[in-house]
Each structure stands twice: as structure tokens, then as C-alpha cells.
């Protein structure tokens, strides 16, 4: 039986990242896996990543010759880690007697953009993948790599590889995309902080889009949204086991009723703030546009309007950013005459449902428990789905903690009040 | 001033070998070794091999999937090799300020038959290569690869990217393609054994060939033959420096005066002797089929008749391939009812030069000056520009010397009496 209760699933695509593929046995593991869900009478198409460290072995190939290789030559290079793997793979499977065939993105027509490094997926042609299944062979497919109209190779950036999957799923119609990666699931908070967290069974795109903003590493937005936009059910589970795992779905009705599905903490977190900012149009445009200049990656954003006409704009960065961001910011201050100050020691605490939508006293039930624990709230944040705080980074587990047991995440989801 | 006078050339294809490009160091020198040629105002392509042991990695990781992969995805997964160092090579001359762009056989389309690990180059689209060279970019082709009709990606085989350098330059009309190696050219003996041994400068395609054949490493057969094919020069020369080194060229009138180019040992030769042969139609056929399907390479063959009609068939082989041959040899002479003899101490001494077809006396001049040494002579085998004599292995070394002396090879040559 498949997670969502079919039994006669045709099509399963899977995707296996680096560390699932990191050397011949697990190669072999993976193959295996594969072969299980062929025997169950699926089709089968698989799509991997490079082979452990090979990418960053490529990357300290090209810093090995200049610091910022052309992005052309840099995918070309790059595109190599994955079909290394996808050959492999293929004999993999024909070493255990199932036939399979390895494509790499140009072989595949799996055209882009010409964007390097992070190229869009314009087109696949499902045709040649499809004959290929239909003559009884698994389906190897190179994650991460395009190729453009004019036949140069393309990277699809970071998550790449999960793009891949969900856009091949999306094309062939495939009933499910199952992403194999070491963890077992997604988690209501992340386990090594939080000891009652809870795998959940199911979640939506934009619950899991919110939490891979706020730290959760296993599925990159980008593919989320591809699947999102294609209605692609992804089952994220473990290649370590046949557990089930978590499966990312579209909304239903009936999941609002879970009022939070998830907690997170996003850890070394910095805020640096202007003062004393020109109030006129423009000026904060100028700024985030200076900081976006030195590829200085924002988080949360907030700006007050003081009575004497100047105001007070905020922003969150990455501690690791937080000298970059400070050379930038003083050199703004001083051409526009305003003051800067700088903090190193924050954390974000945040909660994500769906069911925020239509329920009430979510924030207030989380600043309460927080209140109660002590832990001063230094800002606040909120979408439609989700309620962060800022606190110090010294409570920042602590805050976790409080907020999963305060929203029971630890008990089986049940009907909300 | 090239090696064959021009001063006005205008393309110039070089080939880089594995040793040439195993570290980022090395494939920096090669690159300023294009820029020099661009800066002498040659348009220059680029062909490459991957880096040092790469492709002897790839294949192990293979071989710890299965002894035999499948040979379409042998292919896919040694391409990488090259895809690497073209990428790489367009970094480094990028780095040097040399605008350049690598391209896989499947981006320039050169097209092979789909005889994966072997497979035979039908065109190239040098359309392509043009626009970019007359963009003034340096073009870097991977070598020793090719793409099917369907886009399946193929390999060479052995010797595989000096055909790629031969059908490059073939195909855009270069004036003359360089080949890079460790060695300073094509000598008239190995320098190892033959101190006196001489760089040749200038050597005919067929000796070429008849010295690859007999144990000269530098180029593979098929490269050679391409290469008289289209009447591509070649200029085999090191990468170390820049000495000239030999030019392989068609063969010219005057390249007749030279009886002897060039002298050669294969050590390490075995014989296998099957006596009491039943002489009728189709015997030597099954024997050579046998050895053939048990993948035996033979070396020369030679068959006489007796007078009681059967036929003495000898044939040597490589002497690590002896413990193959005697199994089947054997076998053989169970069904047959011959009787079969084995020999492990052989070498093979050869001269080579195409003024042997208009001069007389060199077999005679070989012989006597391995008579006057001593040395027994065990079987003779020519071809119209070669004389070979098998010998025992441990007068191997003082043989070619005494060969090398005998013909004046250590000397400029002259003309021929």
C-alpha cells in the first residue's frame, strides 16, 4: 500500500541525495530499493545527486584555478558529479539483474533558461523517459543539471536536485515523488533539541515552505513551490529504513483543524538597525538595495516611523553575515546621516499551521507561554501561517521547548477546539 | 616559425594527454601554451584526456559495482573524465585572460556509431568550433568521446583522444595538430636502452604505424591511420618544452633515402607451437577463432607443411597472455590430436623504413650483424617496410643496439649508397 492508500500506483519516482549515494554500497542499497518498488508493479524512474563530496571536490577543482570560474564552465564541470552517479546506478541495477538506462539532462531534453548556477526548468521531454519505462527499465535520472536550447549545460542551484524530481514527477504524472534522505520525516520540531517531537504524517507546501525558511533543511523551497504549482505529492522518508515518512500535500479542509503543525528555531541570528533614517521615499529601497549589492542575504525586515519625521529600520541576518552586513551598513550611515547599532546574539522562534487561518489566540497562547518562562519577546513577525519571535539566542532551545509543549505537538494531531 | 615553415598558419589543434593535465598546475601551463600560440596569431582548439589517473578511478568505481558494466553506461560514466578537464581548461585560460569555451562531444556534435568502448567518429559539426574560434575564444574539446545519433554518449576506445585531435584538425583544416606528451618526439630506438638514439624529425604515417605496432607507445594506431586518411600532419612533441619534436607526415620522394627510420623492441614475447596440425582447409581458422573468442591477441603467426602432411602452426603472443593461450592451445590440441609446445623467453627485434622498398640488403645487414654477435636468430617476419626477428629474450637489449649501430641511426641521416 502506498501512503495515500493507493494500491495500484503506477508511476513512483524517487530521489536519492549525496549521502545516499556516497559510495558503490550504498549505490547498491539504493538499487535494491528501487528494484522493491518495481517488483510491487511500479514504473520507476530515479533521479540522484553527485556522490557524497563529489560537488564540493569539483568546486575546490575550479577555486584550485580562480576564485569566480565562469558560471558556463563551472556547470559544465559541476554537471559531471551526477552523471557520474547516474551511470553508476544503472549498472547497479543491471548487476541485479533489472534492466535500466542513465540519462543526463541534455539526454533528456531537460531544457532551462540560460541562468548558470541556477537555471530554470522550462520543458522535459517526458516522450523519451516514458519509451524507456514502457520497455520494463528503471529510469535513471542526473538531479541538479539542465541543458540550454543551445545545448550548454545548466545547474539548477542549491535544492537542484529536488527540482528534478518534482518536475520530472510533475511531468510523467507520476502518482507519488518520494525524496530518500537521512532523516525519517519532518518533524513537528527538530528532534535534537526537542525530545517529544513528533514526525508528522502530513503537511502542506506552504507549512513546509514556511519551515524551510525558518531552518528546516530537508526540502529546498524551490522545489516545494515547483511542486506546489504541479499538485506533486512529495513523500520525504528515510533510506535507512521502509518507515513511512512525511507527505507534502496540497490543502484539504480537514487540515485546518491542526491548528501548528511545526515549530522551529533558527539559531545565530543578528539584527542590525538604523536609526535616525531620513524618512523619505526611497531611502529604504536604497538601502536593501546596498545591502543585496554585497550579497548580503536578509531575513525579517521591520521599520517604525519616529514623531520626528526620521525613522528606525531593522533587519536580520545570519551572525556569519554580520561583518559583511556592518561594513555596508556604516558606510551607508555615514552618507546618509543616520545612527547604526549591532547585536549578535539572537534567535527566532517560530510556529507554522495552516489552521492560523481560521483559528484565534494562537500568538497570544505563544507569547504566553514565553512570558511565563521569563524570555523577553524583542520582535515580532507574522504571515498568514506562521508567528515568529526574536528572543536571545541563550534561550532559544529553551523557547523551542516551551512553545512544542505548549502547543501539544508532542500528542497525535487532534481536532482543534 | 612552424615546424614545417609556415609562418602564416592559421589553425592549430593541440592535444594535451593525461599526464599533461593531472593537476591544476599542469593544466595551467597548458593554457599559456594555447595563449602563446594565440599570441603568434593562431586560432587554437584544444583537445584534452582526463585529468592523470581519472579515468582509471572511474573505472574501479565501476568494477566495485560489477566486473562487466553495461557498455553504454562505461561510456556515460568515462566521459566525465574529459567533461572535467574541458571545463577546467576553459577556467584556466579565462584566468589568464583568454576568453575560451569548452564543449563535450555531444555540444559539437561528433557523431559516432553506437559501438560503446569502441565506436567510430562519422562527423563533426565544425560549424560550431568555427563561430566560436572566429570569436576569438580558444575552443576546448573533450577528447577520446563521441555522441550516437540518438545522444547516447560513446567512447573511442584506446588511443581514443588522439583520434579526436586527428578528426578535429581533419575536419577545420588546421595546418598542423600538435600532440603533447612526455617525450620530445618519436627516436630512432628507446633512449632507455639505446643511448645513442636520435630524435627523428620527420617520419611517415606507415612507420609510424609499423613502430606502433612493435611497442612505440606514443600514438595508437587508429589515430595514425585517421591521420594519413586526411593527410593531417602530426607534430608529436613535449609538453615540457619547446623543442621541436617529429612530424608524422605523408610520405614525400625524398623521405626514400632513408632506408632505416627507426628500430624496435618488443620484450616480454612468447611462442606457442602446435605440431602434427592435420593440413586440410579451415584448421588454422578454427584455431585462430578459438583464441580470438577467448580474447588472445596474436602477434605474428607463421605455418609450414611438413611432408607427412600435417603443418607446424607457431604464433606469438604477449607473455602475460601465455597462461590464456596454453589453456585454450591445449584444449585445442585434444580435439585435433596435435601436439602443442611453449615458450617464454622470447623478444622481438625490428627496423622500420619505407626507403626498404627501394633498397636492397638491409635483411641481409640485420642478420649479419646479429650473427657477428652471437645472437640466433628464431623467426623472421617483414612487411614491405619492416624486418622483424624473434629472438631470445635476454640478448633482447644488446640486439637492438647492435641493430641501432648497424644501420647508422645514431647519425643525421643521409642518402642512402
Do not use: W
Not at 502518482?175 to 520525516?185: A, H, K
Amino acid at each position: 500500500m502506498s501512503p495515500d492508500g493507493k494500491s495500484d500506483m503506477s508511476l513512483v519516482v524517487m530521489k536519492f541525495g549525496g549521502s545516499s549515494v556516497a559510495d558503490a554500497e550504498k549505490i547498491k542499497a539504493c538499487a535494491r530499493r528501487a528494484i522493491a518498488s518495481r517488483q510491487q508493479g511500479h514504473q520507476v524512474v530515479m533521479v540522484v545527486s553527485a556522490m557524497g563530496d563529489a560537488t564540493d571536490e569539483l568546486v575546490e577543482l575550479a577555486h584550485q584555478i580562480m576564485p569566480s570560474p565562469p558560471k558556463r564552465e563551472m556547470d559544465q564541470l559541476l554537471a559531471t558529479g551526477e552523471q557520474v552517479t547516474v551511470s553508476v546506478m544503472a549498472m547497479a541495477l543491471e548487476a541485479l539483474g533489472q534492466p535500466a538506462i542513465s540519462f543526463t539532462a541534455g539526454q533528456i531534453g531537460m531544457v532551462t533558461d540560460d541562468v548558470h548556477t541556477k537555471a530554470r526548468l522550462k520543458r522535459i521531454d517526458q516522450a523519451r523517459i516514458k519509451r524507456e519505462l514502457d520497455a520494463g527499465r528503471v529510469v535513471v535520472v542526473a538531479g541538479f543539471q539542465g541543458v540550454t536550447e543551445d545545448g550548454a549545460v545548466t545547474t539548477l542551484g542549491r535544492g537542484g536536485s529536488n527540482v528534478t524530481l518534482v518536475a520530472v514527477a510533475a511531468s510523467l504524472g507520476a502518482d507519488v515523488c518520494e525524496n530518500y534522505t537521512d532523516v525519517d520525516g519532518i518533524y513537528t520540531a527538530d528532534p535534537r533539541i526537542v525530545p517529544t517531537a513528533r514526525k508528522v504524517d502530513r503537511m502542506t507546501y506552504d507549512e513546509m515552505l514556511e519551515l524551510s525558511s525558518l531552518g528546516a533543511n530537508v526540502l529546498h523551497n524551490r522545489a516545494v513551490e515547483f511542486a506546489k504549482k504541479y499538485n506533486v505529492p512529495i513523500h520525504v522518508r528515510s533510506s535507512l529504513n521502509n518507515n513511512e515518512g512525511t507527505m507534502i500535500v496540497a490543502e484539504t479542509q480537514d487540515m485546518e483543524h491542526i491548528v501548528v503543525s511545526g515549530a522551529a528555531l533558527k539559531d545565530k541570528l543578528a539584527r542590525v538597525t538604523l536609526s535616525k533614517v531620513p524618512d523619505k521615499p526611497g531611502t529604504a529601497a536604497r538601502i536593501f538595495h546596498t545591502l543585496a549589492a554585497g550579497n548580503i542575504v536578509v531575513d525579517d525586515i521591520i521599520q517604525t516611523t519616529a514623531e520626528d519625521k526620521t525613522a528606525t529600520v531593522s533587519f536580520t541576518v545570519e551572525l556569519s553575515e554580520l561583518g559583511d552586513a556592518r561594513k555596508v551598513v556604516e558606510s551607508l550611515c555615514c552618507d546618509l546621516g543616520c545612527q547604526s547599532t549591532f547585536e549578535d546574539n539572537l534567535a527566532k522562534v517560530s510556529v507554522v499551521g495552516v489552521g492560523m487561518r481560521v483559528h484565534t489566540g494562537v500568538a497570544e497562547k505563544m507569547f504566553s507561554a514565553l512570558a511565563a518562562a521569563g524570555i523577553n519577546i524583542q520582535n515580532i513577525t507574522t504571515s498568514e501561517i506562521k508567528i515568529s519571535v526574536l528572543i536571545n539566542r541563550e534561550q532559544g532551545k529553551d523557547a523551542l521547548r516551551l512553545v512544542h509543549d505548549a502547543f501539544e505537538l508532542g500528542k497525535p494531531p487532534r481536532k482543534a477546539k
